[in-house]
């Protein structure tokens, strides 16, 4: 009964390619994030879905591409992939009822090579 | 822009010392201040929150304060333990609208045995 999960753990694949990282959320919350840690471990977020609707699109290249299916799903596709694009992402969700309590996933580790 | 500082990057502390983790904020609107902690190679988890019509909150061995006019706002941790080790992240936010996080650079805390 994972609260968030993600898919992969890890992804390692070379410069140039397209990859996807799913995310599923089964705590009914309604608003879903992506955040990106470099190997500074700053987190920064990304993006922000709220029933679907994308409400925070940070300045990201537009080789991320995010969407959303339904409330409870969250995917992250990027094209193109480049060697600054190594980090762990993060996804998280919360309810906006409460306004609180983010809850993250476990994390995608991406090597680019 | 919306910006969070955090301080000190790395403290190390022997066991049964006390922590301290400082933080400032920019966005006079947040009115959210959550902690998290990230152990090595796991996710951030939400060890203690505090909004900003109180000055401080405490569980067990933490404790929060919040000086809203200085913008100002502390993680202490008492009578620390080994497992205390972690990253510690700081984060502001308002609680309408958007729901962004906007995280500070982390605290690398060390408990040494």
């Known amino acids: 009964d994972t609260a968030v999960s993600q898919t992969p753990k890890y992804l390692v694949t070379q410069m140039g390619n397209d990859k996807s990282i799913k995310c599923e959320q089964n705590l009914g919350h309604d608003t879903m994030y992506w955040y990106k840690q470099d190997s500074k471990k700053f987190l920064k977020i990304m993006f922000s879905?709220?029933?679907?609707?994308?409400?925070i699109n940070e300045t990201v290249p537009n080789r991320f591409s995010p969407k959303s299916p339904d409330k409870a799903h969250l995917n992250l596709h990027i094209n193109s992939l480049e060697l600054g694009d190594s980090a762990v992402y993060f996804c998280?969700?919360?309810?906006?009822?409460?306004?609180?309590?983010?809850?993250f996933g476990p994390g995608t580790r991406l090597t680019v090579t | 822009g919306e910006n969070v500082e955090q301080h000190p990057s790395t403290l190390s502390v022997q066991e049964g010392d006390s922590a301290v983790i400082k933080c400032t904020y920019s966005d006079s609107a947040s009115n959210y201040f959550p902690w998290y902690k990230q152990e090595l190679g796991k996710r951030p988890q939400l060890i203690i929150d505090?909004?900003?019509?109180?000055g401080e909150k405490k569980d067990q061995r933490i404790a929060v304060t919040l000086n809203k006019t200085a913008k100002h706002f502390s993680l202490h941790i008492t009578e620390t333990q080994p497992e205390d080790s972690a990253v510690y992240f700081c984060a502001a936010s308002r609680t309408s609208g958007t729901y962004k996080y906007i995280f500070g650079t982390g605290t690398r805390l060390k408990v040494l045995a």
């Open positions: 998280a969700s919360s309810q906006s009822s409460t306004g609180r309590e983010q809850y």
């Open positions: 505090i909004r900003s019509n109180v």
């Open positions: 879905y709220n029933n679907k609707e994308l409400i």
